[in-house]
């Protein structure tokens, strides 16, 4: 049954455009978008990250994707003026379709029209090296039919995450800033849960959800207030409310070994309406703090790399140790780097 009606409580005559998945709740424009701030208000205020008696400076980090850019746009909206709002676009240096370009000029723009200050980190610039070059690597390798010189050469996403992770941290600590926000979204965050469990990944499985509260010098907490809107309300959002952003996925993104339980975990929302984010609600709720607690015995980041500053267990950060490889590996096999 469609319902033509927006159904938010009863006083709303206008004609319903979208029906929200895991309610069922069919609601015209304004409350559709209405529905998803509140959603993400309700999380910036139950992970506290604003305090009313001191300054907050807040960095979100920016793909020119759709999740960044709308949560850059229910940002500006929902704190207009009481929070120093910057975004932060790491370029990547990724070539195909114009990937990398194309990404940066949308995430400038929007940024531009809100007036918000934007930052762009080279990673060519300040790593030597950067994801093209990694997958030029992989392709030299394969060509000459050697193995990878180690099992460290992995694939194009996880030498970005690290990078990723690295920079947008490294950036936020030395501008003084309180938190970073992120734009994974629900659908995202379901599958990678699925997918830990898979490979019963107990590293990842203790984190907690939506919010990394640092008590680490030198590590910046992180806030994921998109956590509870899947992808599909984002993209009606984006499209709804006329937010500019880069249609295309990374061209490296369909080797992602998540990318098939992303699909089944869609196939199974058609028949468990609310599956995925009952799935995050009850983990995060139950089962996560048990896992935490049960392993919570573990080293911690207490010590500082020498080389960069970040937080560490032993003298140098995997940061460090993993891109002084990577850029031996890249000249031994005749890849132009930077350095
Ligand atoms: Fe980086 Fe992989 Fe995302 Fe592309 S899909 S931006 S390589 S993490
Ligand atoms: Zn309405
Ligand atoms: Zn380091």
Redesign the pocket.
Known sequence: SRAKYCKFFTECKSKAVYRIPHSNLALCKDHFIANVDKRVQKLILKSHIIHRERKNKILIAL?GGKDSQVLLSIMKKLYPDNIELHGLYIE?G?SENNYSKDSGIIARSLCDKLEIPFHKIDVKEKNGFN?DDIHNLKQVIKKQKQKPLDDRIRG??SY??LI?RHYINKFAVDNGFSVVLTGHNLTDEATSLVNNFFNVDIGFLKKPGYFLESKTKNLISRLKPLFYINEEEIAMYAYLDNIEHLPT?????AQ?SNIKIKKTLLEIEQYRRGNMISLLRRYYKVMQPEIEKANSSEKHLDRICVECGSPTFSKICNFCKTTEKMLETLKKHKIQVDG
């Open positions: 793909s990547l990724i994801i194009e996403c970005c995450g990723k996925e990374c061209p490296y993104s992602a």
